[in-house]
């Protein structure tokens, strides 16, 4: 079972990505994460991402238990 999810916006990227737990998000709802940025959400959620330009990179990895 997923215990948390960390995102990175790749540092190379050109905009911004935005983060959201539904499939709803856009760039108004979503959690901003510039070039090189990274967050942890602690949680088994599904995570959505949109950009807000095309050719944008976002690495995603997991801790399970």
């Given at each position: 079972?997923?215990?948390?999810?960390?995102?990175?916006?790749?540092?190379?990227n050109t905009g911004t990505i935005y983060i959201a737990s539904d499939g709803?998000?856009?760039?108004?709802?979503?959690?901003p994460l510039a070039a090189g940025e990274s967050h942890v959400f602690e949680t088994t959620a599904r995570i959505d991402a949109i950009a807000s330009a095309s050719g944008q990179t976002l690495h995603v990895f997991e801790e399970k238990s």
């Open positions: 079972t997923r215990q948390s999810i960390g995102v990175k916006a790749d540092p190379l709803s998000v856009t760039t108004s709802t979503g959690w």
